[in-house]
Structures are given as structure tokens and as C-alpha cells.
T-cell receptor, first 114, second 117 residues
Framework: KNQVEQSPQSLIILEGKNCTLQ??????????LRWYKQDTGRGPVSLTI?????NTKSNGRYTATLDADTKQSSLHITASQLSDSASYIC?????????????FGKGTSLLVTP | NAGVMQNPRHLVRRRGQEARLRCSPM?????VYWYRQLPEEGLKFMVY????????ESGMPKERFSAEFPKEGPSILRIQQVVRGDSAAYFC???????????????FGEGSRLTVL
């Protein structure tokens, strides 16, 4: 069964601190892995997309890593800001155009406090 | 260039009524996907449409739910005879090409939050 597990479920950090969110998956055959940010009451917004051959990708203060061998990904947030408070969703894509090609994790809820 | 537009943002219905949720994809996008998000749950795929065609509806409940994406106008997700369990956030996403199995980008709308009393 294709699954995407994220940890921790929730996280509280002080403004300015760094944090790392984890994503483990069992999706196969793997196509790509995406991280989305979802603000409360809003739709998800893409942060990064990584294919099998990519180990790391940065988008500003966000850096995603991928280990396709161990089927693990992480999202590192540097120098956190209050606006980083959101749910971060890991999405793993099958190498298929079927409707179930995207497998969504439940997300990690991040709260950045002053 | 407007993003994916969904309306209504909030909808309240009583049990047994019908709910219609609309989604206008980004300009130039011909692929539309509908997802449902329950509280504390991840997004679940419902249906994938292209203009005038349902490509994959394997995630849609067999009864009461239907979707369309006509040649003109927005995509519509229709829920007949709503029940309390239908209460959820319904998200629409669009892409210029088939975005799910490839590296194509998916752009999400803000969602429609359905509450069934």
C-alpha cells in the first residue's frame, strides 16, 4: 500500500530558530516528491518538487532533501519567521497519470512563536 | 493572471440538500483535479477531469457525487442529498498538463468548506 508518513505531527519553535520536518514513504514506483505549505484556511502552495535523481533543492529559507534509497525526505526551515506557521505537506507521486498518482501525507503543523 | 478560483468559499447545507462547488482553473490550464480534506487528515483524491471528459473518478463515492468540466465555464463538483459526513474542505487544483504523474506543477484553489447541519 502506498503511504506517506510525516513527523512530527506538530511542532512549536521560537522565531529565528531552525527546524526539520520528516517524510517517509512507501510509494512505488516513485516519480517525484513535493513539499507544500498550507496556511490555515488556504489552499496548498508548492515549495519544492524533486525527482529521483535530485538529493537537495532549496527555495529561499526552505531546503528539501531526498534519499530515494531509504525513501526519506526532509524539509529544513532556516531562521524561522512567524509567517512560517502553517501545515507542511509531503506529497509523493507515482510514476503514473492515474488519479491516485499523488499520495498526500497528513502534514506537520508548525507554529512559530515570538 | 488569476489563480485557481473556487466558490463558494463557505457553504452551509442541511441534510438532504444539494451542494454545488465551482472551480475555475488558471488561464491556460485544461486539467482539473478535485480533492477532499477532512479535519486532521491529508487530502484525498476524488476526480480528475479535462475539458468535457472525466479522466479518472476512482476516488469519488459511487453515489450522490458527480463532477463535470464543460467546454465553457467552471468545473463543478455536485453532491446530492448531503449528509453530515460530507462536511469537509473541497480543494480544486489545475495544471497545464497532466500534473500528477509527472513533474508538472499543481496549483490549488483556496478551497470550499462545506458544513452539513
Amino acid at each position: 500500500k502506498n503511504q506517506v508518513e510525516q513527523s512530527p505531527q506538530s511542532l512549536i519553535i521560537l522565531e529565528g530558530k531552525n527546524c526539520t520536518l520528516q517524510c517517509n514513504y512507501t510509494v512505488s514506483p516513485f516519480s517525484n516528491l513535493r513539499w507544500y505549505k498550507q496556511d490555515t484556511g488556504r489552499g496548498p502552495v508548492s515549495l519544492t518538487i524533486m525527482t529521483f535523481s535530485e538529493n537537495t533543492k532549496s527555495n529561499g529559507r526552505y531546503t528539501a532533501t531526498l534519499d530515494a534509497d531509504t525513501k526519506q525526505s526532509s524539509l529544513h526551515i532556516t531562521a524561522s519567521q512567524l509567517s512560517d506557521s502553517a501545515s507542511y505537506i509531503c506529497v509523493v507521486s507515482l510514476n503514473s497519470n492515474s488519479g491516485y498518482a499523488l499520495n498526500f501525507g497528513k502534514g506537520t503543523s508548525l507554529l512559530v512563536t515570538p | 493572471n488569476a489563480g485557481v478560483m473556487q466558490n463558494p468559499r463557505h457553504l452551509v447545507r442541511r441534510r438532504g440538500q444539494e451542494a454545488r462547488l465551482r472551480c475555475s482553473p488558471m488561464k491556460g490550464h485544461s486539467h482539473v483535479y478535485w480533492y477532499r480534506q477532512l479535519p486532521e487528515e491529508g487530502l484525498k483524491f476524488m476526480v480528475y477531469l479535462q475539458k468535457e471528459n472525466i479522466i479518472d473518478e476512482s476516488g469519488m463515492p459511487k453515489e450522490r457525487f458527480s463532477a463535470e468540466f464543460p467546454k465553457e465555464g467552471p468545473s463543478i463538483l455536485r453532491i446530492q442529498q448531503v449528509v453530515r459526513g460530507d462536511s469537509a474542505a473541497y480543494f480544486c487544483a489545475s495544471s497545464p498538463t497532466s500534473g500528477q504523474g509527472r513533474t508538472g506543477e499543481l496549483f490549488f484553489g483556496e478551497g470550499s468548506r462545506l458544513t452539513v447541519l
